[in-house]
């Protein structure tokens, strides 16, 4: 008798195991994950925050260029502009908080000018 019911589960773990293996196929994922950006902050002593970042973007790539008018006169050895981080939250928690501020080539702080500031997130 107990021979019978070994051989019976065997044959329905055999019979089982051929209807449980994955079908043979692709699964394809199409979209994108998409998180909101930082939100920015203009200050009036010449800075500007980024508040609110996720922490994905933290190596992000901040960028500053001068927009000139379609007809201009420029000066003769005009300095580049940088960008200079003032102020960082930390690295704890999901999003972060930075504080930039636009600088010449001798580092003082840009007052006046049209500027594109331009953030690369990975």
């Known amino acids: ?7 019976a589960g065997l044959s329905l773990l055999f019979a089982f195991s051929g209807a ?3 079908a043979p196929g692709t699964i394809r994922f199409q979209g994108s994950i998409v ?3 930082c939100q920015s902050r203009v200050g009036t002593d010449g800075t500007f925050d980024l ?13 500053a260029n001068t927009l000139a008018p379609t007809a201009s006169v420029s000066a003769v050895g005009q300095s580049r502009t940088h960008v200079k981080l003032l102020a960082d939250s930390g690295q704890e928690g999901r999003y972060f908080d930075q504080q930039y501020v636009l600088v010449d080539d001798a580092g003082s702080p840009v007052r006046s000018g049209n500027y594109l500031i ?3 997130m990975p």
């Open 1 to 7: 008798m107990n021979g019978k019911r070994i051989a």
């Open 20 to 22: 449980c293996l994955a």
């Open 35 to 37: 998180e909101p950006g």
């Open 51 to 63: 508040y609110q970042c996720s922490a994905q973007s933290r190596a992000m790539g901040v960028e």
């Open 118 to 120: 331009t953030l690369s």
